[in-house]
Each structure stands twice: as C-alpha cells, then as structure tokens.
C-alpha cells in the first residue's frame, strides 16, 4: 500500500497501542531513535516510506527546516504527521496550517485519530477546539496573528525539556504549511509570509506540489533562523504521467477513456454552469454499464436527494456520471467522492476546486480548456494552476500511469471535422467555411498546451500587507513595539519600492490610532528615545477570530426590545458582519430589479426613466442607516475592526418573513447550481446568532428563529453543524471518518421547538400567498386534504377568495407570523393512528375578527421520512 492512498491516521484513543503519542521513544532528542519509531508506526499501517520521505524525515528529526516540493501523490501528508511527532516528541508546540477551513477541519480530525484528542486542538476563525493542545491545526491567518503578537516567542522551556534552547509550550516551536503556494496570493499571501518573519526560533515544513524554484526561501530562512535547510524537491511521481493535446469531439474522448479502462475520469471545467451541462450532455451515451449502475445504485441506499439540483445529480449518478464543484451542498460532494473513491463513477464533472486538498483518486484528467477568468479578466492558465490540476491524475497503489489530456477549442474541433468529411476533394476542400474563435475571447492552442506541460511553476512572488490589525498586534506583544515593526517593514521579501509604500501606510495607521487615543509616545525604559505604547487593553482574539463579533454584540445596545421586529433586528445586526454571500446577493438583486421594472412599466415609465431609476434598486439592507452610523461610533474606540466594513444584508431575515424553506428560497431566487453558497451562509449565520447573542439578550420568538436556523440547516445538509458539533467528540467522528461512516439524517420532529417554527413558517407560507392572491402558485404546493382530493388553484381560490369580500388585505406582518395566530393540537400515536399534530391558522384581518382559517394535519412519522413537515390540508375558509 503506497503512502498516497493509505490512511495517514490510525483509529483509536492515546491508549490505543498504534498511537503514535505511545511511539515517543524514551530520549525524544536522539534522532535515530526518533526516525525509528514513526518508520516502525508508518510500518505497523502497511506504508513504506519513498525516498523524498525518507529524505525529508530525516531532516526534520535532525533539527533542519524542509522546503518539500514533491508531486501530488508522493505523500507530503506523511511527512507531515512525522513533523508532529517529532515536535511532540521534544515538547514543542506545533502548528499545521492549509488555506481552507474545510482543509483545516479534515487534517484536525486525523491527527486526533494518530495522537488523541487530548494533543490536539483547532482554531479556524468560527470554531476553536482545545487551543491550548500541543498540537494545533488552524488557518494560515490565525497563525499569522500569532506570530505577529508572539514574535519570536521566549517562554522558558518546560521541565520535561533538556535542551534549554527549545522554545517553551506556549512558543511557536514548530510550524507545518501546507499548500504553501498560497503565499503568492494577493489577497491571503501575507498570513503565509509572516511566520518566516517573526519566527526566528522555529523549525519550519513548508510543502506543495507546485512550488516551483525554492532557492530564495532556503537562503532567505538561513539566514533568519541560522539553522540550515533543506530543499526536498524530487520531480519524480510514484505515478508518472502522460499528457495529450486532443483535437476529438469531448464524448468521442471519454467514450474511449471509458473503453480502455483508464476511467475514472475528471472533466475539468472553469464555470460551475458549464461542469452540470457537459455532465448532462454525458447522458446521452453510455458510460456505465448495468452492472455498475446496479452497484452505484446499492451504495446510494436511502440517501435523500432534495429537489432542485438533487433530482439532477440523482439521476446523473445512476448513470455513471458525478459533478463536483465549490457551489454544491457538501453531502451531495461527499457522495460524490464517496462514489469515486470505491470506483463506482466512470466521469466526474467538475471545476479546478479539486486541485486544492480534496480527496477524489482520478485515473485521467480531462482539462476542457486552458483558459479561466480570475474575477477580473479571461487569461490562460499559469504553469503552477495547470500542474496543480495535472497532478490529480494517477491514483498510487491502484494504477501505473495518469493521462492528462487537453481539449482543443471548440471551433479547431469543428473544423478538424469539416476537413474529415471533405477528405481529399479539392471542390469540397475549397468550399469550407473556417470556424473562427468567439469574438473577444482568449485562445489557445497546442503550443499553449506544451508551454504549460514542459514549464516549472513560476517562482512565487510577495504579497505583503500592512493592516490595523498587523499594527495592533505587534503592538500587543512584549518589548519595543516600535523596533518589531522596523524590523517587519524593512526586512520582508519585498522589493526595496513597495516596502516604502508600506512604512507610510503604517505611518497612516499610527497616526488614526494615535488620534483615537488608543497608543501614545512614552519614553523608552533606558532613556534613549521614544517608543509607543498601547493606552487601552486590545481584545486578546480580535484578529483570531470573527472580527466584527464585537460589534454586533455592542450594536445589539441600539435596538429596541419592545418592538415586534425586535428579532429579526437582531439578525440583521448579525448578519452585517459576515461574509457576502455573493451570489446569493446577486440574485435578490436581479429579483428585486426585475419587480421593480414591472411595476415601472405597469406605472407608465418609459425606457431611460426606468434605467435611471434601477441603478437605486438593490438586495435589501434591513437596518442600514442604523448599522452604518453605529459601526462608524464604534469604530473610532475601536480601531482594530477599521480593517473590516459592516455589510448589511437580509438572507435568514428574508427567509423568515417570507417563511419560505430552503427549497423555495432556492427556486425562488434561481440558486440552485449554488445551493452550497446558500446553506453555507445560513450556517455560520446560525452560528454567529449562537456565540453573539446572549441569553440575556434573547426573547422567545427571537428562540425559536435560531431554532428554526438551526433545523433548517441540519435538515437540508447536517454535516456543516454536525461537524461543528461533533468537535466536542474528535475521536468518536474521527473514527467515523476512518471507517467511512456518516451520521444518519436528523430527525426534523426531534427538537420540538423547531419543528413547531418549520410548521408555522409552512401554514404562513400558505397565508402569505393568499393575501396576494396567488391562487396558481398555491396550487402548486401539491396540497392534498385527507381524501387525496388536490388543493388545486381553482380549490383555493373557491375557499378563500370571499375573504376579500369581508376584508381589504390578509396581515403578513409580525403580529400574522406569530405564534398566537397557530393554533396546535398534539396527538400521541394510538394502535391505529400515527403522532400527529392538528394546526389551525388563523388569517390576521384588519378589524381583528380573527374568523378566517386554514386547517391541517403534520403527520409527525412522515415528517421524519420526508425531512421536512408533512402536512395535509383538512379545511380553508370561514370559521
């Protein structure tokens, strides 16, 4: 079994014997004895270490700093866990750091698995586990706030630790990162450049596949930390592999990688769109046989599938065919990879997300184009973003070679074929029309292709930036504030042009600061000069964790408890200070542009007034004015949020006004390649609510919309909170994880109190169509009463429609989707019926008559089955 594929981690707690916590040897400080006993561990799982390993390992015990840039596939992993033991071993703290939370969550779970829960913890921004464990798993950002308020870290050495120069349990002794091309990110590149900064007394493993030349690193942490390193840069594959420039129709392609078994196969796309249609084009012809079909078909078992996007991935994987990409719910990925993985899928469909970290064995990758849009512009792909994708192909262990083709344009592929069908006539050579490139867009050709094939990655460049929250924290730490941040703007890896641009943006934050009263001039201890000091005590965790968390818990101060909408107020504070969900955003402000053009043109306006007027229409902002005047109070005493602007927006609140679930917001707003973008945000909304808000600040109604959050993100997909949940228990879901385990569904009646909200928000979605008199789309609810008989839209109409007789509108505000107007009766199962719930809800009209209703039954065993209420209307009308 080849590193590559094993299991990195072994099940069980610190007392299980495979732990490798029981494999420290009896003198951590002999290098011989600590390269033996993790080769012996590695050994006992069936894993022998490849040379690059090897090398690097021996290294690592020895004291020295590793650069290892080996191929995706050579076990970089490994050497990973080695490096933590090693620093375990010789009462080091250790840090391992990746660019995505997700990343981040999966390496804290095997390391639990290899060391026990009690060694290990995770800080990632929204969750932190055990932060005080020797062994922590954390963004690269978190680490860099660390570094940047600890700097060199010159805690005395614990008692168990012989060697005096060992750096202390509360220092940063070790550091471990991985993907660490990242640092040439524009936006993040900084978080991994300031720990070789500021941490001088640290042994450091930095690895990726595509790193390209590492010269200036080695030289560059030489000469910081005075201990030699070493550059592990083999370009050997445990699995080589073979590259194509393919000028064939894509389904004449696959169909012949399907034939000569070198599935299963990865369609690489740059759009989401395109991944889901080229998976559906697939459809059409045969890439799984029955047999295969008929096993895809077992292991899937009652998985549940919602609507939407479900139904097509449903019917796509029981065909042989997967799609993977960033906007999907994580369970449907999961099954996915879960798929993949027992080699079930022939084709998987999907963007460049699975070049970062994500565990999918691929036989061949089939790259659709080399050229991506990067949020500003079309371009070709770099030589690192093409061998980062590349280097997915080849599963060690399980194949002798990967294939990485390429596809021609389309219109060189339409035109290869013109010139078959024309064979050698002249006449008909002449007659043909050249298909030329789409106009504007960026080509590419076989010379792009071998460009990128025979290029290393190019060298990595510097992204350093100078915030608030930088200044801020090198003025926490002990000693002179002032020579730690000379230090950190003249001797980056800048070059000499933009490090004066960063000494006068710190000047520009010294003197905001400075005029907020929060640092002042003092005398330097000795006498000599002046330095600069904090006045006021900085939050320990403002740059660890959700910045503006702060805020929104003082901003709760503003609002006011007695009014009706006091809860959804309070989820709109929240709300504006997590991230946009962009696409969400851009779809509840096409919704919104699209009813405002209808009313305009229903209201005579003509073209250029209504372009004018449009430019004003947006997604809501609930409390704006409120939230924008009250974080700019707050941020003059409290400047280190002044990296960081509120964002007011209405996704949860709009939810909940318009009690639509997660399925209608979905189709309401067309989400439904990006349904995980959605659920995502409702999570950490659900999150935020919970940490932020304090019960002293709750009311009963605001209880019941974080209860209602809660279910409706469990129900649709529970891995995101159960994840965040099951933290209190790493061991037992790391040995889920390693046995291939998942939790079953939630049970949606399990928390009453929620259900009971799920209920309410599903009769007033009922009532909110009615006082708009949407008798169609009622209809197309598929309500049945008891008989089977369909509440079709003539049904409903016929029922409530008189109502307008007696009164103006239906009520839909606070007081109509409260809970005084739903009326529920329980009933405990008998021999010969089930648990149900009968539920009437009253119609709020405006003179208070309270004399209009609909009646239901919630059959609580099939709300279980279904995921969400199962109810049948009994009656709608006059009381």
């Known amino acids: 079994m080849s590193p590559a594929t094993a299991p990195t981690t072994a099940p069980g707690a610190p007392a299980d014997p495979a732990s490798l916590t029981d494999r420290i040897p009896a003198d951590p400080h002999d290098a011989d004895a600590l390269y033996e006993a993790f080769v012996a ?124 120069a060992v750096p202390g349990e509360d220092a940063v002794g070790q550091v471990v990162m991985d993907e660490f091309h990242f640092y040439a990110d524009p936006q993040r590149g900084w978080a991994w450049q300031v720990p070789l900064l500021e941490l001088p007394r640290t042994q450091f493993l930095l690895m990726s596949a595509t790193l390209g030349d590492v010269g200036f690193f080695v030289e560059d942490l030489e000469r910081r930390t005075g201990v030699p390193v070493a550059a592990v840069t083999s370009a050997e594959r445990p699995v080589p592999l073979s590259y194509e420039y393919v000028v064939e129709p894509l389904h004449e392609v696959v169909e012949d990688l399907v034939r000569t078994r070198r599935a299963p196969v990865y369609l690489v796309h740059f759009t989401q769109k395109d991944a889901v249609e080229r998976a559906q084009a697939l459809l059409s012809g045969t890439v799984a046989d029955r047999a295969q079909r008929d096993a895809i078909a077992a292991e899937l078992g009652a998985f549940r599938f919602g609507t939407g996007f479900g139904k097509t991935l449903s019917r796509l994987l029981r065909h042989g065919v997967g799609v993977h990409h960033a906007g999907m719910l994580p369970r449907y990925r999961r099954v996915v990879e879960r798929l993949t993985q027992k080699g079930l899928l022939t084709v998987v469909c999907g963007t460049d997300t699975l070049g970062v970290g994500i565990n999918v064995p691929i036989r061949t990758v089939v790259l659709t184009s080399l050229v991506k849009y990067d949020g500003v512009r079309m371009r070709h792909l770099s030589a690192r973003e093409f061998h980062q994708i590349a280097g997915r192909a080849g599963r060690a262990g399980y194949d002798t070679v990967g294939d990485v083709l390429v596809m021609a344009p389309d219109h060189v592929i339409e035109n290869r074929k013109l010139l078959a069908r024309a064979g050698d006539d002249p006449k008909k050579l002449r007659k043909i029309v050249r298909k030329k490139a789409p106009e504007g867009s960026v080509n590419w050709t076989d010379k792009t292709f071998e460009r990128l094939r025979d290029a290393p990655p190019e060298p990595l460049t510097s992204s350093f930036a ?205 989400l439904e390649r990006t349904e995980g973008v959605l659920l995502r945000y409702l999570a950490d909304a659900y999150r935020a609510l919970r940490q932020t808000v304090p019960p002293e600040r709750r009311d009963e109604l605001l209880e019941d919309l974080v209860e209602w959050l809660g279910e409706v993100v469990r129900g649709t997909d529970s891995s995101l909170l159960d994840e965040w949940e099951q933290l209190r228990d790493p061991e037992a879901a790391a040995v889920r994880r390693e046995r291939d385990e998942e939790l079953p569904p939630p049970s949606v009646t399990a928390n009453r ?76 199962a008998t021999a010969t019926t089930p648990e149900r719930w009968e539920v009437r809800q009253v119609l709020d009209d405006p003179a208070g008559d309270r004399d209009w209703r609909i009646d239901a039954v919630v059959d609580l065993a099939a709300s279980d089955e279904r995921g969400e209420p199962a109810i049948v209307v009994t009656a709608a009308g006059r009381l």
């Not at 650069?67 to 080695?82: E, F, I």
């Not at 209809?779 to 103006?808: E, I, N």
Request: proline share 6%; charged share 25%; with cysteine.
């Open 41 to 164: 561990w590695a050994a006992d799982r069936g894993l022998e270490l490849y040379p690059a390993q090897q090398e690097a390992l021996l290294e690592l015990v020895t004291g020295s700093h590793v650069v290892l840039s080996t191929p995706t596939g050579s076990g970089k992993s490994l050497v990973a866990m080695a490096a933590h033991f090693i620093a375990l071993a010789q009462g080091r703290r250790t840090y391992y750091t990746a660019p995505l939370k997700a990343l981040v969550s999966e390496k804290f779970f095997d390391l639990v698995a290899a060391f026990g829960s009690d060694q290990v913890g995770m800080m990632t921004g929204d969750s932190s586990v055990n932060p005080g464990a020797p062994i922590v798993c954390c963004t690269a950002e978190i680490l860099a706030n660390i570094a940047l308020r600890t700097g060199e870290g010159t805690a005395e050495a614990p008692d168990h630790v012989d060697d005096p």
């Open 466 to 670: 100078v915030t608030h929250a930088m200044v801020l924290n090198v003025l926490s730490r002990p000693g002179d504030p002032v020579e730690a941040m000379r230090h950190l703007l003249t001797d980056n890896h800048e070059p000499e042009q933009a490090r004066g641009r960063h000494v006068r943006q710190a000047v520009r934050i010294y003197r905001s600061l400075r005029t907020a009263g929060v640092v002042e001039r003092v005398r330097r201890p000795d006498g000599r000069g002046w330095t600069v000091r904090l006045t006021v005590d900085v939050p320990p965790d403002f740059a660890l964790n959700q910045p503006l968390s702060p805020f929104a818990y003082a901003a709760l101060d503003v609002l006011d408890r007695e009014a009706a909408t006091y809860a959804l107020d309070v989820v709109s504070v929240v709300e504006a200070t997590l991230d946009d969900p962009r696409q969400v955003l851009a779809a509840q402000e096409n919704r919104a542009r699209g009813e405002a053009v209808a009313a305009m043109k229903a209201e005579g306006y003509d073209y250029d007034e209504r372009m004018a007027l449009l430019e004003d229409v947006t997604y809501p902002k609930p409390l704006a004015e409120l939230l924008e005047a009250t974080f700019a109070i707050y941020r003059r005493t409290n400047p280190w949020v002044a990296d960081h602007e509120i964002s007011p927006k209405s996704v949860v609140r709009d939810m909940h006004e318009r009690a639509m679930t997660f399925t209608e917001t979905v189709s309401t707003y067309g």
């Open 753 to 828: 109190r929620a259900f009971r909200v799920l209920v309410r928000n599903a009769l007033f979605r009922r009532v909110e169509l009615v006082a708009r008199e949407r008798w169609e789309a009622l209809g197309a609810l598929g309500d049945v009463d008891t008989d089977g008989r369909a509440w079709d839209a003539g049904r409903w109409a016929d029922a409530l429609d008189p109502y307008f007789d007696d009164h103006a509108e239906v009520g839909t505000g606070p007081d109509a989707r409260g809970p005084a107007l739903l009326l529920v009766t329980e009933h405990a």
